[in-house]
């Protein structure tokens, strides 16, 4: 079966735009729930003996600090993690006298870490560093990787296209998880951030699978024009795409569902990631040449 990617790439890039435009405004007017990594407060592990109290006892019992929301983590059979705003070293011992009253805690067990503001503020200009480091390297590497295939498009515009459907793959992700923010609560820690900084390399591997593809076609193909070599060359990757996605998301549905609290929602940002990522890689990034192209083409006929 040939399926005509470049035919329908309009209808490709409506749904990527749309799915884009609503991830911007659930962002811009929602926000990103951020985790204390990144604002700072206090976690507190604790672990019991026995079985752990409920979660309404713990509430009850910690309702006199007037600690805002708390964040309950199961960690462990019997253990817990507990993520607040900032509280000071006798705050933190009337806390495990009280949590101790519930039942039996294990000894040395406990952690006690805090987090203030300047830390936060510092992982937050650090994590943009990287973000936009990584972002140049990558068009750097796709043009140096492509550098001999300079007709009918310019090896800079691959990279610009790779960009482009890693916004695409970033953008929406982050989209959803500010809708989770928003109605349950879900917060943006390290390991979401580390999960989507995978994405990045992930995204960006399957897009220069099929532009290495595209390039070879070009340098032995008979196709007589352009569109048609790309649409033979992502006819011939389809399946080594779908194939690679659909074992890693396995895997991730997994660990979504049975790996604990501690990995859902890093394993949640790898599915939204990988998924998209197997999406713009065919759907959008290489079409995106196509488009290019004809636009050049347009211009100079002017």
Known sequence: ?????????????????????????????????????????TILRVEYENNLPSL???????????????????????????????????T?????????????????SSHFETIGPAIGRELRQKTKFVIISCLLAIVLYIAFSFRRVSKPVNSFVYG???????????????????LLGKFYGVEVTIPVITALLTVFGYSINDSV?????????????????????????????????????????????????????????FSLALILGISFGTYSSMFLATPLLVSYLRKKQRARRR
Do not use: C, W
């Not at 933190?92 to 040395?108: A, D, N, T």
């Not at 569109?227 to 996605?245: A, F, G, I, Y």
């Open 1 to 41: 079966m040939f399926i005509a990617f470049v035919k329908h790439r309009r209808i490709f890039y409506t749904l990527s735009l749309t799915l884009v435009g609503v991830a911007v405004f659930a962002i811009f007017f929602f926000g990103l729930k951020f985790g204390i990594d990144f604002t700072g407060g």
């Open 56 to 90: 309404e006892r713990l509430q009850d019992s910690l309702k006199e600090f007037h600690l805002g929301k708390i964040t309950f983590q199961k960690d462990g059979k019997n253990a817990l993690t507990l993520k607040m705003k900032y509280i000071p070293e006798s």
């Open 92 to 108: 933190h011992e009337e806390i495990m006298q009280k949590l101790g009253k519930l039942g039996k805690l294990k000894k040395g």
């Open 160 to 178: 610009l296209a790779g960009l482009v459907a890693l916004g695409h793959d970033i953008v929406i992700p982050l989209g959803i998880f500010a």
């Open 209 to 265: 699978v099929v532009f290495d593809r595209v390039r070879e076609n070009l340098l032995r193909s008979t196709a007589s024009t352009f569109e048609m070599v790309v649409d033979k060359s992502l006819n011939q990757t389809l399946t080594r795409s779908l194939n690679t996605s659909l074992t890693t998301l396995l895997v991730l549905f997994s660990i979504f569902f049975f790996g604990g609290e501690t990995l859902k929602y």
